[in-house]
């Protein structure tokens, strides 16, 4: 497989700005990669598909706000710093993205926020638009993350030309979102709401949490032709001894056991024991999935509708097949699904 075989045009109106009013109204796509037929759902009519011990495996990453807006010294020009991840509590060391990236040099002071009482020297340059940041701020560690939290924004994708809104801040996380560290949104988990949650579990679904928090190299474009020399970026997983035991009764007992979103499963696929059960794992994957490959926990997936030449959109040709999401998509194009983060679902059996 090679990186142009995942190109497809996708119309500007198809791609969603603003999420569906209610959570569970968006639409959802259902492939059947057994019999290849393609049904139009509404994506709280999910419980229909599922059974009484069949497994949910969910990703409860939270997104903090990760995009700030700062002043360089001297200039006063306004530049933009992405939160990557933080190196060192202690130190206060952070990996981020800085736009425009020409105007930043090590050495350079950056201030936040109208009092200023919060600064950040850079250290370093990682990539041309990468930098390590120290931030210098008179408080306590729990006292500068508040800081962090009161001046950042929610880190909507940029595709999503309008400004942030207040709505944001809730909508584009999960409601089941708790351990933070995420940039961005696992997005196929935004359809779920309380009361499908409630509806599922009556009907007997297991549920099993898991934790990948969602960094950009999700969504880093490729730059290779030959898809096996691409690098995914490492991400901080987790997947707890409770969750093991749920989604290994549902693969011992034959049930449909369904990774929401591809970040869920990228964490299953990371820690798979050699009789394809799944083990207990704490600590990083660079899994990148991509055509032919064998999947070993998950039979089911939810996903959202990806970009043109995404590892998302990949990973979920490998699942359910090249030419079936090619067919998949083109429908989706015709029939006006809505894409991207805030878009619809597809549900894939």
Same mark, same amino acid.
């Given at each position: 497989m090679k990186l142009s075989n995942f190109g497809f045009t996708l119309p500007d109106e198809l791609l969603a700005e603003y999420?569906?009013?209610n959570r569970d109204e968006s639409r959802l796509m259902v492939?059947?990669?057994?019999?290849?037929?393609?049904?139009?759902?509404? =994506?709280?009519?999910?419980i229909d598909y599922f059974e009484e011990d069949d497994v949910l495996v969910t990703n409860n990453t939270k997104v903090f706000p990760a995009?700030?807006?700062?002043?360089?010294?001297?200039?006063g020009a306004r530049i933009e710093v992405f939160l990557l991840r933080e190196l060192n509590p202690?130190?206060?060391?952070?990996?981020v993205l800085v736009d425009p990236a020409r105007k930043i040099r090590i050495g350079n002071k950056l201030y936040f926020g109208e009092d200023e009482?919060?600064?950040?020297?850079?250290?370093?340059?990682t990539t041309s638009r990468g930098r390590t940041l120290r931030f210098l701020f008179d408080g306590s560690y729990d006292e500068f993350r508040n800081k962090l939290t009161e001046l950042g924004e929610t880190p909507l994708p940029k595709y999503i030309k309008r400004e942030v809104e207040p709505e944001d801040a809730e909508r584009y996380q999960t409601i089941f979102a708790k351990n933070e560290g995420a940039v961005a949104a696992p997005t196929a988990g935004l359809h779920f709401s309380k009361h499908l949650l409630k509806r599922l579990e009556i009907k007997g679904v297991n549920m099993a949490e898991v934790t990948l928090h969602v960094g950009l190299g999700t969504f880093s474009s490729v730059e290779v032709e030959d898809l096996s020399k691409h690098k995914m970026d490492s991400e901080e997983m987790e997947i707890d001894q409770k969750a093991v035991d749920v989604i290994n009764a549902g693969i011992n007992r034959k049930k449909r056991v369904c990774a929401v979103g591809t970040t869920a499963m990228r964490a299953l696929e990371s820690s798979v024991s050699t009789n394809h059960t799944l083990n207990p794992y704490k600590g990083w994957?660079?899994?990148?999935? =991509?055509?032919?490959?064998?999947f070993s926990i998950a039979n089911a997936m939810i996903s959202n509708f990806h970009t043109p030449k995404s590892t998302l959109l990949m990973m979920v040709s490998a699942f359910a097949g090249h030419d079936f999401i090619k067919e998949a998509y083109a429908e989706a194009i015709k029939e006006k699904y809505k894409f991207y983060s805030y878009g619809d679902a597809m549900l894939i059996i």
């Amino acid at each position: 497989m090679k990186l142009s075989n995942f190109g497809f045009t996708l119309p500007d109106e198809l791609l969603a700005e603003y999420p569906a009013p209610n959570r569970d109204e968006s639409r959802l796509m259902v492939l059947n990669r057994k019999t290849k037929t393609i049904e139009h759902k509404m =994506f709280k009519d999910l419980i229909d598909y599922f059974e009484e011990d069949d497994v949910l495996v969910t990703n409860n990453t939270k997104v903090f706000p990760a995009r700030l807006f700062g002043n360089k010294e001297k200039t006063g020009a306004r530049i933009e710093v992405f939160l990557l991840r933080e190196l060192n509590p202690e130190t206060r060391l952070w990996d981020v993205l800085v736009d425009p990236a020409r105007k930043i040099r090590i050495g350079n002071k950056l201030y936040f926020g109208e009092d200023e009482t919060l600064v950040a020297e850079v250290i370093d340059n990682t990539t041309s638009r990468g930098r390590t940041l120290r931030f210098l701020f008179d408080g306590s560690y729990d006292e500068f993350r508040n800081k962090l939290t009161e001046l950042g924004e929610t880190p909507l994708p940029k595709y999503i030309k309008r400004e942030v809104e207040p709505e944001d801040a809730e909508r584009y996380q999960t409601i089941f979102a708790k351990n933070e560290g995420a940039v961005a949104a696992p997005t196929a988990g935004l359809h779920f709401s309380k009361h499908l949650l409630k509806r599922l579990e009556i009907k007997g679904v297991n549920m099993a949490e898991v934790t990948l928090h969602v960094g950009l190299g999700t969504f880093s474009s490729v730059e290779v032709e030959d898809l096996s020399k691409h690098k995914m970026d490492s991400e901080e997983m987790e997947i707890d001894q409770k969750a093991v035991d749920v989604i290994n009764a549902g693969i011992n007992r034959k049930k449909r056991v369904c990774a929401v979103g591809t970040t869920a499963m990228r964490a299953l696929e990371s820690s798979v024991s050699t009789n394809h059960t799944l083990n207990p794992y704490k600590g990083w994957t660079n899994k990148f999935i =991509f055509p032919p490959y064998d999947f070993s926990i998950a039979n089911a997936m939810i996903s959202n509708f990806h970009t043109p030449k995404s590892t998302l959109l990949m990973m979920v040709s490998a699942f359910a097949g090249h030419d079936f999401i090619k067919e998949a998509y083109a429908e989706a194009i015709k029939e006006k699904y809505k894409f991207y983060s805030y878009g619809d679902a597809m549900l894939i059996i």
